[in-house]
C-alpha cells in the first residue's frame, strides 16, 4: 500500500481499512506536530513498527491549572478550552460541515490528552478513543478534518508548555515530588538534569544535541525535524528545544533585504540582489527563475510581493493600450505579458497582439517573436488568418524576414497548397521564380528577331549539350 491509498481512504473515496485508520490515529496522537507529508509518509514507513506509548507520567493537575489560568472564561476543563479556542478559526473554515468541525475538537483532544498521558486505562479520554473517532468519521473527509486537528493540537500543546515552564505546583505529598523528579529524569540516557542542550550549526540546520542529537531545524525551510533521542526526552527538555528554535524562527523571520534590479535585457528578465549577491531573476509574470537557493516562507512572502509589483506593471503596459485582459485564456495572458515586460514591443505592436483575442497559443506566441524581431504588422497579420501548419507558419516567416515573399504571395500559396496538399513552400517558391524570369526575358527580348529564333529552337527550360555536358537553357 502506498501514500496515495492511504490518503483516498481518508478521503472516502475507496472503501476504508478500519485497523490502518486506527493504528494511524495512535501514531498521529504522537507526531501531531509534524508537518502533514511527513506525518504520511513516515507513518506509512514505520507503521509496522508503532506501538502504544506507556504513560509513565500524569499532567492532570498542570493541564487544569493551565485552563483555570486562561483568558476563557467558560473555560472549565481541557474539553471546553479546546472548544473556546478552536471556535473562531473553525467558523472561517466552510469547506468543514458542522460535523467535521465538531470531529476537529475530539481529534485534537485525543491528541493533546495523548501529549500530556491523560488517558485512562482503556486508552480513552473521557468518551473519546480511537473507536468513538472512527465511528463519528464514517463519510468525512479526514484529510482535511485531522490537519485542521493537528494544527490545532500543535497550538494548543505549545500553550500548555510554556505555561508548565513557570508552572510551580504546592507540593502536599511526596508522591508529587516523586512525579516531578520522574518527569525530569525520563531521557534516553539519563543525563542529568543539570546539564544543559547544546545548540550547534551545521550549513543551514540548527542541531539541538545532549549526548547525542535531538533535533533540528532547517533554518531556509522553517521546518523542524525530532530525530529518535527527542522522544524520550522530559516534557520540558523537549520545550527547552522547541523555544529555542522558535526564537531563531523569529530572529530569521524579518522581511528580507531584496533589491529589485534594472531589466537586464540580456536576459530579458528583471535580477533580484540579496544585498550584492544575485537571487534570481523574475519573469514578465513575476515568477522566479532558477532561485539560487530555498526560501524562508517569509522570504518566499517578500519575493511574491515584488513580483506581483511586476506583473502590475506590465498588465498596466496592455491595459494602456486598450487590451482587456479578460478577454484572453491564461495562457494566452502569458505571452502577452511576455510581449510587454520581457520583448519589450512597442505600444502599436502590443495593440496589435491585443487585437486577436481569439487566437491560439501557438499565432501570439509567434506574431510576439516575429513583431520583436521588426516584421511589418501586414506580414504579421497573415498568421492571425493562417491555416497552415505550425512548420510551414515558420518557413513563411523566415521568407518574409529575408524578403523572399509578399503576404500576396503567402496568401496564394496557402490557397494553392489547399488544392494540392503535398505543396511544398520551397516547390512553390521554385515555380514562380521560374516564371518570373521567363516573364522578364520575354519582355526583354521580345523585339529581337536573333533572340525569339533561338529561343524558338531552345525554349526555355529546354536541355542542350555543348562538348559533351547537358545544360538548362
Do not use: C
Amino acid at each position: 500500500m502506498n501514500q496515495e491509498v492511504l490518503l483516498q481512504m481518508m478521503r472516502a473515496t475507496i472503501p476504508r481499512d478500519r485497523a490502518l485508520l486506527e493504528a494511524f490515529l495512535y501514531y498521529q496522537a504522537e507526531h501531531f506536530d509534524e508537518e502533514w507529508d511527513s506525518l504520511i509518509r513516515r507513518f506509512m514507513t514505520n507503521r509496522k513498527e508503532i506501538k502504544k506509548s506507556v504513560q509513565v507520567l500524569h499532567f492532570e493537575t498542570d493541564v487544569s491549572a493551565f485552563v483555570q489560568a486562561s483568558p476563557y472564561d467558560t473555560a472549565h476543563d481541557l474539553l471546553t478550552y479546546t472548544q473556546v479556542f478552536g471556535q473562531t478559526g473553525l467558523q472561517k473554515l466552510d469547506k468543514l460541515s458542522p460535523s467535521e468541525k465538531n470531529l476537529v475538537i475530539e481529534v485534537a483532544l485525543f491528541n493533546l490528552a495523548t501529549r500530556f498521558q491523560l488517558l485512562d486505562s482503556n486508552g480513552h479520554y473521557q468518551t473519546i478513543s480511537p473507536d468513538s473517532l472512527l465511528q463519528k468519521s464514517r463519510g468525512a473527509n479526514l484529510v482535511n478534518v485531522y490537519r485542521v486537528a493537528n494544527n490545532l493540537a500543535d497550538r494548543i500543546s505549545r500553550d500548555i508548555e510554556q505555561f508548565l515552564l513557570t508552572y510551580e505546583p504546592e507540593l502536599e505529598t511526596g508522591v508529587d515530588e516523586t512525579v516531578l523528579e520522574n518527569e525530569e529524569t525520563v531521557d534516553e540516557h539519563k543525563t542529568s538534569v543539570h546539564q544543559a542542550i547544546s545548540f550547534r550549526e551545521d550549513g543551514s540546520l540548527i542541531i539541538a544535541s545532549l549526548d547525542v542529537d535531538l533535533s533540528q531545524l532547517d533554518v531556509q525551510t522553517g521546518k523542524t525535524s525530532h530525530l529518535p533521542a527527542y522522544e524520550e526526552l522530559s516534557l520540558r527538555r523537549k520545550f527547552e528545544i522547541l523555544t529555542y528554535f522558535d526564537q531563531i524562527r523569529n530572529e530569521r523571520s524579518k522581511v528580507p533585504s531584496f533589491k529589485r534590479g534594472d531589466f537586464d535585457t540580456e536576459m530579458e528578465m528583471t535580477p533580484i540582489f540579496e544585498g550584492e549577491e544575485l537571487l534570481t531573476y523574475l519573469e514578465a509574470d513575476g515568477s522566479p527563475y532558477e532561485l539560487k537557493r530555498t526560501l524562508t516562507t517569509v522570504e518566499e512572502k517578500e519575493l511574491e510581493k515584488i513580483g506581483r509589483a511586476i506583473r502590475i506593471d506590465n498588465q498596466e503596459k496592455l491595459t494602456q493600450v486598450g487590451i482587456e485582459l479578460s478577454q484572453f485564456e491564461s495562457d494566452q495572458v502569458g505571452i502577452l505579458l511576455d510581449a510587454a515586460g520581457r520583448f519589450r514591443l512597442k505600444n502599436a505592436d502590443l495593440a496589435l497582439l491585443g487585437g486577436y483575442p481569439k487566437a491560439s497559443v501557438t499565432q501570439l506566441a509567434l506574431a510576439t517573436e516575429l513583431l520583436q524581431m521588426g516584421l511589418s504588422h501586414e506580414k504579421v497579420e497573415f498568421f492571425f488568418g493562417s491555416q497552415l501548419s505550425l512548420e510551414e507558419l515558420r518557413q513563411v516567416a523566415y521568407a518574409f524576414l529575408h524578403e523572399e515573399l509578399s503576404r500576396e504571395d503567402a496568401e496564394q500559396f496557402e490557397k494553392d497548397k489547399g488544392k494540392q496538399p503535398d505543396l511544398s513552400l520551397r516547390d512553390w517558391k521554385s515555380k514562380l521564380e521560374k516564371a518570373e524570369t521567363k516573364e522578364v526575358v520575354d519582355e526583354e527580348f521580345a523585339e529581337n528577331p536573333l533572340v525569339q529564333r533561338v529561343l524558338d529552337t531552345y525554349p526555355l527550360g529546354s536541355l542542350v549539350s555543348y562538348k559533351g555536358q547537358v545544360f538548362e537553357v
